[in-house]
């Protein structure tokens, strides 16, 4: 299968062309039949050729006058021959299979299209939320751009607490890191939020000319809830005519690197953070030892920095509820403990069903939205202190319900599908609903130290396609049979 680059159709159109093969259609049974009927009841002779010449159908006949072309998409196949204008019958019918094939292909290459635009954009959600820093961010970045913008300089711009600008760009494979200011078309894009397409920048009087060998570039902001933390720009040393679709793309990527990117902030922030105070409370330890009091305030301003700077590092910034760092982790804590007692734990995995059709129908302000109130219905639904609702990545959730059996997680799993459906946000592109709905897989099981909590997460994955190959709007309960890996 082909890489999504924006331009596929295109291929796609080309290759339909040289597929729709005029002999291999005339060598189908039923239509060399009803060729050979025609000359039977109307009684007239003709043969088929192609482009070339070359007999494809019938006897060649020098004394043939009549030809009548064999068109698709205004290209020449080939053409009937034939001694009288009767044959004319028989090139109607022919151009009209001919393009019924066409059309089948068009639609085909046009849904084969969609599928990659919605893979390519899945698989830069899922790589993004493994990225643990800054640099792995902009490795998939920079891969993933250069899929649909070939040979591209890419720079990720980042607005400091100071106003100041930080330019990261990758140099002979080595990340590096400058400083800037507020000018030019990058400046633009900070101040208006908007992306911008320069296919020619000698053109564009708002460039500031910086490296003469720049010709075309595409930069589009890093937004998260309606704050611009930075861009991404792009550029060219060609003169380049973008697409839509490949503004499209490169706007999707920035919207889930800007997020990527922010929570990398807040964790390191963390870090930094908490190392700074850390050691200011060893100072002061060992230069006051006498003033107790002053280290105890010390301590608790501390802990609750501490503890605001966890919550921004664990808890998704989008919806508010827990992200999948934290997920990941307390999965574990909860298999261990559960392995111990020897209690049912169960997981469910929520996915929001034609979340890519609302985002382009609403905009990617509405899907916010969207996103946040799934969340917080969902976190408002599972209540226990040991449960834990946490965003998986993209419009994904997932559930944890602990010391819960199959029959509780399918109580569960049907209140919550009808909770959300109850929400009634109009969805105009579900196929599903009116409204927007959630398709979910559950799966059940006892841990045991023997088996990875990912056998069930995998689990409860393969019963999410089973409720969307079921038509969505349902959950779907796999059976969990873990082999001891």
């Known amino acids: 299968m082909m890489k999504y680059n924006g331009n596929n159709l295109t291929l796609f159109l080309n290759l339909i062309m040289i597929q729709v093969k005029l002999k291999k259609l005339l060598n189908k049974p039923k239509l060399n039949s009803l060729l050979e009927n025609f000359t039977k009841t109307f009684n007239i002779s003709f043969f088929i050729s192609d482009t070339q010449e070359n007999i494809l159908w019938g006897n060649f006949n020098n004394s043939f006058n009549h030809h009548y072309p064999i068109l698709v998409n205004q290209q020449i196949l080939g053409k009937v021959n034939g001694e009288t204008n009767a044959i004319d019958v028989v090139s109607q019918m022919l151009n009209y299979i001919v393009n019924e094939e066409f059309e089948k292909k068009l639609l085909a290459a046009d849904t084969l299209e969609k599928y990659e635009e919605i893979n390519f954009l899945s698989d830069i959600s899922h790589k993004l939320s493994r990225c643990l820093s800054f640099e792995e961010i902009m490795e998939v970045i920079t891969d993933e751009t250069n899929k649909f913008l070939t040979n591209s300089q890419i720079s990720v711009i980042l607005l400091t607490q100071k106003g100041e600008l930080d330019i990261f760009y990758y140099r002979d494979k080595k990340l590096n890191k400058r400083q800037g200011s507020i000018e030019s078309i990058t400046g633009y894009v900070l ?144 298999w261990r403990r559960l392995a111990r007692e020897r209690k049912f734990i169960s997981l469910i995995v929520c996915d929001v069903d034609y979340f890519k059709l609302y985002n382009d129908y609403y905009y990617h302000q509405a899907g916010d939205k969207c996103l946040y109130k799934v969340a917080q219905c969902l976190k408002n639904l599972v209540k226990r202190p040991a449960d834990l609702v946490a965003r998986f990545g993209g419009e994904e959730f997932v559930i944890i319900l602990s010391n819960t059996n199959r029959l509780g997680a399918e109580k569960v799993a049907q209140e919550l599908c009808n909770a959300i459906e109850a929400l009634e946000i109009p969805h105009y592109c579900s196929k599903c609903s009116s409204y927007v709905t959630l398709s979910l897989g559950v799966a059940t099981t006892i841990p045991t130290p023997q088996v990875s909590p990912q056998k069930l997460i995998k689990a409860a994955d393969k019963a999410l396609y089973q409720a969307k190959d079921m038509g969505r709007n349902r959950f779907s309960v796999s059976e969990f049979r873990p082999q001891i890996i």
């Open 191 to 334: 101040r208006s939020g908007k992306a911008e397409i320069v296919n020619n920048v000698r053109k564009d009087s708002r460039y500031i000319p910086q490296d003469p060998n720049i010709q075309s570039l595409i930069c589009a902001p890093l937004k998260v809830q309606n704050k611009t933390i930075g861009v991404i720009k792009v550029t060219h040393n060609e003169l380049i005519k973008y697409t839509s679709e490949q503004l499209k793309l490169f706007t999707a990527l920035t919207s889930q690197a800007a997020i990527a990117i922010q929570s990398t902030q807040y964790y390191n922030q963390l870090i930094e953070y908490s190392q700074t105070l850390e050691q200011k409370v060893v100072e002061r330890t060992e230069a006051l030892e006498e003033a107790n009091n002053a280290l105890a305030t010390s301590n608790q301003e501390l802990e609750k920095a501490t503890e605001k700077l966890k919550h921004l590092a664990t808890i998704d910034e989008l919806t508010q509820v827990y992200n999948r760092r934290y997920f990941n982790e307390y999965l574990r804590r909860e």
